[in-house]
Nanobody, 124 residues
Framework: QVQLQESGGGLVQAGGSLRLSCAAS????????MGWFRQAPGKEREFVAA????????YSTDSVKGRFTISRDNAKNTVYLQMNSLKPEDTAVYYC?????????????????WGQGTQVTDSS
């Protein structure tokens, strides 16, 4: 199994930037495709971005393309979400998640392991 711990959330003004981190422990990190999901108040959890095992292939939802970037450092057992040009609608709890499956990374059911989440809030 793998354990995941997110960090880096906080208050940010519209147009600002944050970098979320997710540290993994347990089974070797390179065994897992990694994803970021988010859940805004009163809404369902939604896909944000995902990375394959090496980080060579990444995917993101249309609403964050050009603003958010997922990356991973397998030597540090960490996946990142760089968030730029933040908007009020990006306010949510952000979760990182791990999957031993390499397909269907946009879908919540693909993932078997979740972190506790980190809150990102627009302070405008």
């Amino acid at each position: 199994q793998v354990q995941l711990q997110e960090s880096g959330g906080g208050l940010v003004q519209a147009g600002g930037s944050l970098r979320l981190s997710c540290a993994a422990s347990g089974r070797p990190f390179s065994y897992y495709a990694m994803g970021w999901f988010r859940q805004a108040p009163g809404k369902e959890r939604e896909f944000v971005a995902a990375s394959n095992l090496s980080g060579g292939s990444t995917y993101s939802t249309d609403s964050v393309k050009g603003r958010f970037t997922i990356s991973r450092d397998n030597a540090k057992n960490t996946v990142y979400l760089q968030m730029n040009s933040l908007k009020p609608e990006d306010t949510a709890v952000y979760y990182c998640d791990a999957s031993v499956r390499l397909e269907g990374l946009r879908y919540e059911d693909t993932y078997g392991y979740w972190g506790q989440g980190t809150q990102v809030t627009d302070s405008s």
